[in-house]
């Protein structure tokens, strides 16, 4: 789309038409432990439940409602800790003790918090009873399988990141980063090791700049800064064209050393935008 470059227009505006053009990048595959901070260009399904099997809310013991009464005496047949499985199911007046994250052992259809019991040797007695299901949670309780857990366009945080590992995601299809080249101008400019004789001044530009394409997720290719000579700044830009974006600082103003208008219009360029009402 065309636009009149002399017309002054609004910070909004000159955003909106700057983004007009821009289109999403394509996918690449990362390990999700290098994921942080990017965008998710596939939906991620669970392979499968979370948790994956019932277990225990509590450290405590697995009981039968129909035997787990207020003041009830039933035999430990053994103990389960997370990680581990039972031997055996769960029999008539049998408790197994049981920790926090452990599987629920077939038979057994609720669990009893340890500070509500008194264990003596291989039993243990009861000072409660208990509801069906008491303190368990449910396999899939969390994510079922097959349900979408992440959807795609979402910037990976933290708890992205792990809801990856819950869902046995290895690596994950991200949107490339895109690579934007930098580039300032001004036969005054220096590098940050570089002396400052007379009449010069400190490059802060590229600095910032390569910073805030960091911040927003980009790749920041910082050029070597170009002094005003229209040659050089038109090569600089042709050898720049690889980039996915290219951002200019200096050399935009009306003076006889302010080159970057008429060398963009020299390589074919067009100009949506010049004059912003900004301060």
């Not at 291989?122 to 208990?130: A, F, I, K, N, Q």
């Not at 008491?134 to 857990?149: K, M, Y």
């Not at 590229?206 to 005003?228: H, K, Q």
């Not at 090569?235 to 935009?252: E, F, K, M, P």
């Amino acid at each position: 789309m065309s636009h009149a470059t002399g017309e002054l227009i609004s910070v909004e505006e000159a955003q909106r038409r700057a983004l007009e053009p821009v289109r999403a990048l394509g996918a690449e595959r990362v390990p999700v432990a290098a994921a942080l901070g990017r965008v998710l260009a596939a939906d991620v399904t669970a392979p499968a439940d979370v948790p994956p099997h019932d277990n225990s809310a509590m450290d405590g013991y697995a009981v039968r409602t129909a035997d787990a009464v207020d003041g009830a005496e039933l035999r430990v047949v053994g103990e389960i800790a997370a990680g581990q499985v039972a031997a055996r199911a769960l029999g008539c007046g049998e408790a197994y003790r049981i920790m926090t994250g452990a599987p629920i052992p077939p038979g057994c259809d609720a669990v009893i918090m340890q500070e509500y019991c008194e264990r003596a040797g291989e039993r243990v007695r009861l000072r409660r009873g208990v509801k069906l299901r008491d303190h368990i949670r449910d396999r899939g309780e969390d994510i079922r399988a097959g349900e979408v857990v992440l959807r795609r366009g979402v910037t990976l945080r933290a708890a992205e990141v792990g809801t990856l590992a819950s869902a046995r995601r290895a690596q994950v299809a991200v949107t490339r980063r895109p690579v934007v080249a930098l580039l300032s101008t001004g036969d005054e400019l220096r590098d940050a090791d570089e002396p400052l004789d007379p009449g010069a001044i400190a490059d802060t530009n590229s600095y910032a700049l390569a910073a805030l394409v960091r911040e927003a997720g980009g790749a920041p290719r910082v050029l070597p800064i170009v002094r005003d000579d229209p040659a050089l700044l038109a090569r600089a830009i042709d050898d720049a064209r690889s980039a996915d974006l290219i951002v200019s600082s200096g050399g935009v103003s009306v003076g006889e050393h302010d080159h970057v208008k008429a060398v963009l219009a020299g390589l074919g360029a067009e100009l949506t935008a010049w004059r912003v009402d900004m301060k």
